[in-house]
């Protein structure tokens, strides 16, 4: 396929304007010379319909779920039911200015509310906020409310224990939110080490982050053991909450002893998230962490078990102004008769983590999905995920041996270690599969010795029909006979596609973020 600079040709406009009734107006007089660009850019020549058939055939070369499987594994690339756009398109939010007093936007508040209180039934957590961004970002959020809990206790701590299978997120936020890593093997089950973790704990680490079922796709069958391991030395558990999709309707993890939760409500909670976004990592705590959540959350007007406050802006009231606002308090009284929600502030808040409230539309989306799917159809999304991953598994693990060879949650992994005889690697059957027509699953995630390597982590979701998993399958099979057999076939995959093997780190080692002729 053409760049759009190559289809370029001298004089071809792509717009018409009205015969202009002004006379010629020099740019420099409306413009300020420091803005003014000195050199001509080279922008390419074309028309609206070359513009369009660029655009199009461009958009068709994408692969979404809306596409095919997508069977990346501990991304949860599950249907995106199509009404849900359609609501978080509704003028009423698309229209809602962050800036607008909350008087004005009563709905949107009563639904971030009501997500809460739905979110809160899910994982049996206390409290929840809707600020961060994405998954991550809820670790970043849920490792600083645990630094503020031993601060504020006047007994500092400086280790967070994480185990070698977890999602890089996890040590990567902990350290951002000054903790030092101590990792906590696995055993040859494949979750976490009893032993070892009980060595580790100590009273300078502020707790573990977990994820359950862990990133081998397996239920870790002794968080209780595990919590209480943390807490006896007052550490604080918290749950990675990316693999809930096994869980829902079944477990709640503030029933498993964490104390802190994230969940990643583009995943679990339905919303597109290819491309880095938008998502919300939407955490839960416990009473004893509340106050420390980052505002604005959203209370009831008659609540006040948090300071509340209105702000027009939507930032921080200031101590000052806080005082000024209790003398408004009958002003304050009278507005509380016309409006039900309003925005709080914890009193030993973190402080904030995202501009305004946080990505609105997934909370309108993810509220969507969880009213339309219910209580009892929550567990079903949990047990259908469950068996479509094990079916995958049990058809797959005669020819990619797994790196647990026993029942797998959400998600399963297996590897591509017995193919390194043929000089296949793992990455040559992910790139082959792309010539059947399939996006390839997570590959070398996770990653430790002895027993993960040359990983192949396939989560179905519940979405899919055993005919698509059959196909999937079936495409799965033919590589690995391709692999002993024509192993060439595999080394320079994909063959079918636009783009064939690229040099993945290339883009990032050497941009070109300009075009030259
Ligand atoms: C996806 C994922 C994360 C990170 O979530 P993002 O929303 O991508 O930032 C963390 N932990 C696990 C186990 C995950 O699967």
Request: net charge neutral; charged share 25%.
């Amino acid at each position: 396929m053409k760049l759009i600079y190559e289809k370029s040709v001298k004089g071809r406009v792509g717009y018409s304007l009205a015969k202009d009734n002004f006379g010629e107006i020099r740019l420099e007089e409306c413009i300020p010379s420091y803005a003014l660009s000195k050199e001509k850019k080279a922008l390419p020549e074309v028309s609206e319909v070359d513009v369009v058939r660029h655009f199009t055939a461009l958009a068709k070369m994408n692969y979404g779920i809306d596409t095919g499987f997508y069977p990346l594994g501990s991304c949860t690339m599950k249907y995106n039911p199509k009404i849900n756009e359609r609501l978080a398109s509704l003028d009423r939010f698309v229209y809602a200015h962050p800036l607008s007093d909350e008087r004005n936007v009563q709905g949107s508040l009563e639904i971030m509310y009501d997500l809460e209180q739905l979110l809160k039934e899910i994982t049996g957590m206390d409290r929840l906020t809707l600020s961060p961004a994405a998954g991550a970002h809820g670790e970043l959020t849920g490792t600083l409310i645990m630094r503020k809990y031993f601060e504020d206790l006047g007994r500092p701590r400086h280790k967070m224990i994480i185990p070698d299978s977890a999602h890089g997120t996890n040590p990567a936020s902990s350290a951002m939110a000054g903790f030092n890593i101590v990792e906590v093997k696995s055993n040859e089950n494949g979750t976490v080490d009893i032993e070892d973790l009980r060595r580790l704990m100590d009273e300078d680490t502020a707790g573990m982050m977990l994820t359950n079922p862990n990133t081998a796709g397996i239920f870790e069958e002794n968080v209780v053991e595990i919590a209480r391991i943390i807490h006896e030395k007052g550490g604080l558990l918290y749950y990675d909450g990316a693999n809930l999709n096994a869980l829902l309707g079944i477990v709640r993890p503030g029933d498993a002893g964490f104390d802190i939760v994230h969940l990643n409500l583009h995943k679990t909670f339905s919303t597109p998230h290819g491309a880095g976004g938008p998502g919300v990592g939407a955490v839960g705590v416990k009473k004893h962490l509340e106050e420390f959540l980052p505002g604005p959350l959203v209370g009831k007007c008659s609540n006040n078990l948090l300071k509340k406050s209105v702000d027009h802006k939507g930032l921080e009231p200031t101590p000052e102004k806080r005082d000024s606002q209790k003398n408004e308090s009958a002003e304050k009284e009278h507005d509380s008769q016309n409006s039900k929600y309003a925005f709080e502030y914890p009193t030993k808040s973190i402080g904030r983590v995202r501009a305004f409230y946080g990505n609105f539309s997934v909370l309108v989306k993810a509220y969507a999905w969880i009213l339309s799917i219910g209580r009892e159809q929550a567990r079903e999304v949990a047990e259908m995920s469950i068996i479509n991953a094990n079916y995958v598994m049990a058809r797959l693990k005669k020819y990619y041996r797994p790196a647990y060879d026993r029942f797998c949650m959400h998600e399963c992994v297996l590897t591509g270690r017995d193919y390194k005889g043929y000089g296949i690697k793992t990455l040559d059957i992910a790139k082959r599969l792309m010539d059947y027509g399939f996006h390839p699953p997570t590959i070398y995630f996770p990653h430790f010795e002895p027993y993960a390597q040359e990983t192949i982590m396939i989560e179905p979701t519940e979405s899919e029909s055993k005919e698509t998993l059959d196909e999937f399958i079936e495409a799965m099979i033919k590589i690995a006979e391709e692999a002993k057999k024509n192993p060439g076939l595999l080394k320079d995959a994909p063959h079918a596609t636009a783009v064939r093997r690229c040099n993945e780190a290339k883009a990032a080692l050497e941009p070109i973020l300009k075009y030259t002729k």
